[in-house]
């Protein structure tokens, strides 16, 4: 990556000006008073916990309270919230959001370090792309606090932490909840929620069913399910976490068509689409831990995750240019080519820290 620094020197002048004063009188003086009381209004401040702590001012915290009130059918429009950053998607929900920071198009999550209850997310050496950040495992009202940076000042992050870092935490309880959705475009949605106290901690599930159709011609019949299970004793600085998560969803892809595709009336509109088989189907499970602990004057933060991963994606985004009998669509297979066979993935790993 090549970074291009441009220094500008400029020089002013300062212009004294001489303006004769209006005397002013009470009788010229507006008054606001309208006899009215206004509401209160109250004011939340969780970010004033980083002064004297955040090393740079690139860096803050958003509260559970701002989460609980973001609505969100796109796991990835809770990251919205961080000052920003823009989450958007293309061809279809089925994908990895498209991420876009201080001026930075970050593809589907190159150099936006993505952490959620301990676990990296970026998948490196990605069939659709290096650092492919997939969110849709993730369900938006257990995330309790979300903690982020920008700029390429934390090592800490990790190597896709150029331009940002996002970590979101998952809460230890949640109230019992059934909440079932439906709106335009075919979204209906299922969710349920409960935790339970066991053993001097905390155990809360929740499952998730999901179906969108999307505006295109071509329904996206995105179905989805998610389950997380987790178990917490303690807080942040001396306690430990165990969860482990279930995610699958199948999918049709609308992606990019030529205008002339659409001036010849081959496809009626802009969502239409040359290859209505375009699609994909992801799964994927992980168990992770967490620990904190009070060392010394210090504090000692572990964590361990073991993560099973598939993705297929079917793209034509060539259309029929090389073969103009059966269309040039691809199979993009999240799996080095050791484990074609078996169309698995795993990925293990184990992280520590020591803060003073």
Not at 204 to 226: C, I, L, M, S, T
């Amino acid at each position: 990556m090549l970074v291009r620094r441009i220094g500008i020197v400029t020089t002013g002048c300062c212009l004294s000006v001489t303006a004769r004063a209006q005397a002013v009188t009470p009788a010229s003086v507006p008054s606001y008073d309208t006899g009215q009381t206004l509401q209160e209004v109250t004011v939340t401040a969780q970010r004033l916990k980083l002064l004297g702590t955040a090393s740079t001012a690139s860096e803050g915290v958003v509260a559970d309270q701002e989460l609980q009130l973001t609505p969100a059918y796109r796991p990835g429009q809770v990251l919205e919230t961080v000052p920003g950053l823009i989450v958007t998607s293309h061809s279809g929900e089925g994908k990895a959001n498209q991420y876009l920071m201080r001026g930075y198009n970050l593809d589907h999550g190159t150099d936006l370090a993505t952490f959620v209850d301990g676990m990296p997310i970026n998948q490196p050496t990605h069939a659709h792309g290096q650092g492919y950040t997939d969110l849709n495992f993730m369900i938006p009202e257990l995330g309790d606090d979300i903690t982020y940076t920008k700029g390429l000042y934390y090592a800490n992050v990790g190597d896709f932490g150029a331009v940002g870092s996002v970590q979101v935490d998952y809460r230890d309880t949640t109230p019992a909840q059934v909440a079932v959705s439906a709106g335009s475009l075919g979204f209906r949605r299922i969710f349920a929620a409960d935790s339970t106290p066991l053993a001097a901690g905390n155990l809360p599930g929740a499952p998730r069913v999901q179906h969108y159709d999307g505006p295109f011609e071509n329904p996206d019949d995105a179905r989805k399910e998610n389950t997380v299970l987790r178990y917490s004793r303690g807080d942040q600085h001396n306690g430990y976490s165990i969860t482990g998560m279930l995610y699958h969803q199948l999918w049709n892809n609308t992606t990019d068509i030529p205008l002339r595709a659409i001036s010849d009336g081959v496809v009626p509109n802009r969502f239409g689409t040359l290859d209505p088989s375009d699609g994909g189907r992801a799964q994927r499970a992980s168990l992770s831990t967490q620990n904190h602990e009070a060392l010394g004057t210090g504090q000692l933060s572990a964590s361990s995750f073991f993560i099973y991963n598939q993705l297929h994606l079917y793209n034509d985004f060539a259309h029929y240019l090389v073969d103009p009998l059966h269309g040039d669509q691809e199979d993009q297979v999240r799996e080095p080519p050791s484990l074609r066979r078996s169309r698995r993935l795993f990925a293990a790993g184990a992280a520590g820290a020591v803060r003073q």
